[in-house]
């Protein structure tokens, strides 16, 4: 496993992929946050969930490291490496955990930068437009803390359903969709069941105050629901499945 | 590494795959024996593929078995260090380095990352390891997928049409490495669907057609055993004709030449001494390879 670990881990580092990830993620953060910052109304920058919502990386990373767990389980169908990496590694369980866990690690290096950039240069817009800042010290801990947990959570999550569509563009697609059309709208229209999707689930998971979000505890026992879920689907039918 | 040369290094069992309607591997049967070449023919979408994936573990037989040094694939502790396989010589990350790709595989079963450039050099690549493979031809990818076979040191080797895009002298490059691999009392399959290009390698060939076994032999056995004539020239064909009749052998009549089937030219020489008939020309006149390659497998699809 850890040899697995290791080999998964040279896979991430080996193409531009992520690192194309990473600059794609760090520029729609930076666009976000300094409009959002520097355009809205200090009125609309006053309170504790306003000043949340601009220091919270967003679904930018989220999405960013879904995608990032995606393509290490389906570029490898891609491209037909997925051949050679089962056939040295013939038990498929050890290679979807070991991708499981690049996708959890790949996912903490996103939140880290996007969670910097976004808290870093957020606070700095605040203090040069003289707006007092509302958050207190467990605020600020809550968002960086749960928002690394929900970020990596959320690589994890991408590997698990990249596991389980395979085919790249399908998988990219379908996570897209999921997040900005499904959970969009079911959230929008039914709060009460849109708040159990893994977005809002990892929104509530950094303490941010949207109204109908989940608590913190529990938006993170959601999201961890959603990503074993996933995960375990992967496998099973990673096990199960013929490779072509 | 002592090699048990009486070791069976491969045995399907009435393997089959059915996808949907689709019988693409029919209740075949084989063995491999430790230390052979064997060629694995057919004409494109035989079934050779399904097969090769099968033996590796990676598509599961609709039924029958596949054992692989005496066990089923997945079943196998790193397999990677006594198997090597090459399955499509498309299999790379466009994006990454050969260098890069070997290293993926050899971390994989806790070799060291030197093995890596260790391939490299068998497979005459090391100036281009570091370059990323959408820049390499066909050719440079076929041996960069050896190599990958070759990290774990392995006994067997499994490869599908390794010669594909290969030029003349990569080919022969292919043959002599093989050749040098199996002296060691290794073992190979290769898989082609044109029989020249590894004829001149292998010591035995499977030949399957729509997913069944048509032959299983020695090449040596095969040349002589189908379509092979003997071209031989006399003053007096009648005679000699009716003496190959009585021995239960056709030929074809060209003036004073007969063309024989079925025959070598001692026979053919020994019948005509009999006979007492003065002979021209005795000449072996075996169809190519290609050809008994292809009356075989349209015998088998007609």
């Known amino acids: 496993m850890i040899a697995q670990l290791r080999a998964e881990l040279l896979k991430v580092r080996s193409t531009r992929t992520t690192f194309g990830l990473v600059i794609g993620m760090v520029g729609l953060t930076l666009v976000i946050v300094i409009l959002s910052g520097v355009l809205t109304h200090p009125d609309?920058?006053?309170?504790?969930?306003?000043?949340?919502?601009?220091?919270?990386?967003?679904?930018?990373?989220?999405?960013?490291?879904?995608?990032?767990?995606?393509?290490?389980?389906?570029?490898?169908?891609?491209?037909?490496?997925?051949?050679?990496?089962?056939?040295?590694?013939?038990?498929?369980?050890?290679?979807?955990?070991?991708?499981?866990?690049?996708?959890?690690?790949?996912?903490?290096?996103?939140?880290?930068?996007?969670?910097?950039?976004?808290?870093?240069?957020?606070?700095?817009?605040?203090?040069?437009?003289?707006?007092?800042?509302?958050?207190?010290?467990?605020?600020?801990?809550?968002?960086?803390?749960?928002?690394?947990?929900?970020?990596?959570?959320?690589?994890?999550?991408g590997v698990g359903f990249g596991a389980i569509v395979r085919n790249q563009v399908g998988a990219m697609i379908g996570i897209l969709a999921w997040d900005f059309v499904i959970n969009g709208l079911l959230f929008g229209l039914a709060p009460s069941v849109g708040r159990f999707m893994p977005t809002t689930a990892a929104n509530a998971l950094m303490g941010l105050k949207t109204t109908h979000l989940l608590s913190p505890a529990a938006g993170g026992a959601v999201l961890v629901g959603w990503t074993a879920l996933l995960a375990l689907a992967g496998l099973v039918l990673t096990q199960r499945r013929d490779v072509t | 590494m002592v090699r048990d040369e009486t070791l069976t290094a491969v045995v399907a069992e009435s393997l089959t795959k059915r996808f949907g309607s689709v019988l693409a591997v029919d209740d075949?049967?084989?063995?491999?024996?430790?230390?052979?070449?064997?060629?694995?023919?057919?004409?494109?979408?035989?079934?050779?593929?399904?097969?090769?994936?099968?033996?590796?573990?990676?598509?599961?037989?609709?039924?029958?078995?596949?054992?692989?040094?005496?066990?089923?694939?997945?079943?196998?502790?790193r397999p990677a260090l006594s198997i090597g396989a090459m399955l499509e010589a498309t299999d790379f990350h466009p994006g990454r380095s050969g260098r890069d790709h070997l290293r993926t595989l050899s971390r994989a079963v806790d070799l060291p990352d030197s093995r890596a450039d260790e391939v490299l050099r068998t497979v005459e690549l090391e100036a281009a390891g570091r370059r990323r493979v959408k820049g390499y031809s066909l050719g440079m990818r076929q041996r960069l997928g050896l190599a990958g076979a070759l990290l774990g040191d392995p006994e067997l080797l499994i490869l599908d049409e390794p010669a594909n895009g290969l030029d003349p002298e990569g080919v022969r490059w292919l043959r002599d490495f093989l050749r040098a691999f199996a002296s060691e009392g290794r073992t190979v399959l290769v898989s082609s669907h044109v029989l020249s290009e590894v004829a001149q390698t292998v010591d035995q060939v499977l030949i399957i057609n729509r997913g069944r076994l048509v032959v299983e032999s020695s090449l040596q056995a095969l040349t002589s055993r189908v379509g092979g004539a003997v071209r031989v020239r006399t003053p007096q064909p009648d005679r000699l004709q009716d003496a190959l009749r009585r021995e239960h052998l056709d030929a074809d009549r060209e003036e004073q030449t007969l063309h024989v089937r079925g025959a070598d030219t001692d026979r053919v020489g020994e019948i005509a001494f009999t006979a007492g008939l003065p002979l021209h020309e005795l000449a072996s006149e075996g169809s190519s390879l290609e050809e008994i390659f292809l009356e075989l497998t349209s015998e088998a699809s007609a």
């Not at chain 1, 393509?71 to 997925?82: A, F, K």
């Open chain 1, 44 to 157: 609309g920058l006053s309170s504790k969930k306003d000043q949340l919502g601009l220091l919270s990386p967003g679904g930018v990373a989220l999405i960013f490291s879904s995608l990032a767990g995606v393509l290490l389980v389906t570029s490898e169908y891609r491209y037909g490496t997925i051949h050679p990496t089962f056939v040295f590694t013939p038990k498929r369980a050890t290679v979807l955990s070991a991708k499981l866990t690049a996708g959890l690690l790949a996912g903490i290096v996103f939140g880290v930068i996007s969670i910097g950039l976004a808290v870093g240069i957020g606070s700095l817009i605040l203090s040069a437009r003289n707006i007092p800042s509302a958050l207190s010290g467990s605020d600020i801990s809550l968002l960086v803390l749960g928002g690394l947990a929900g970020i990596a959570l959320r690589g994890a999550f």
């Open chain 2, 28 to 77: 075949l049967s084989f063995t491999l024996p430790s230390g052979t070449i064997t060629g694995f023919l057919g004409p494109n979408g035989a079934g050779k593929t399904t097969t090769l994936r099968m033996l590796l573990g990676l598509a599961s037989p609709t039924s029958g078995t596949a054992l692989v040094l005496g066990r089923p694939y997945a079943e196998l502790e």
